[in-house]
């Protein structure tokens, strides 16, 4: 099983462990606030096997991340495939964390973790993120990792009815610009 280590924290495969931390999470409307309705606690469970599945059969997937010091559950970073169905193909990062571990650099540790992975590792030629376009704090952060975007392949989610959360940016990296910072 993959296991990224950086300074400050683990990215490893799902425990039983996470399942309360991730549920509760799921349940907070502002982690959600840009991803959506409020999941269930056995939609909570149900996409945390998801996730670790994808980790076993691809190598790759959505990582549990814990900080190093506290051994502290604090959300996910990975790659995932891009969903069929969505105006472009490849591999994107993600992150998604507990509202406590907001402003302490950790979603950008872990996408930079996850880049390095993705390029070095995988041998992606590019790595995609995707966010809703009032999503500021994910937009920063995909900025932070490098990642540049273009307003002419804004999109609206065709998974996503009419609202707030449809219109999207795509941002992109490539393996030949990644900071080793």
Known sequence: MVKIETARLVMRGWRDSDLSPWTAMNA???VREHLGPLLTPEQAA???RSFQEDLDRNGFGFWAVEVRDTGQFIGFAGLDVVDEGMPFTGVEAGWRLSRAAWGHGYATEAGLAVLR???DTVGLAEILAVTTRTNLRSQA???RLGMTTDPHEDFDDPEVS?????RCVLFRKRADVVSRA
């Open 28 to 30: 907070d409307p502002q």
């Open 46 to 48: 149900a996409s945390m």
């Open 117 to 119: 992975y993705g390029f």
């Open 141 to 143: 952060v995909m900025r």
């Open 162 to 166: 009419e609202g707030p959360l449809r």
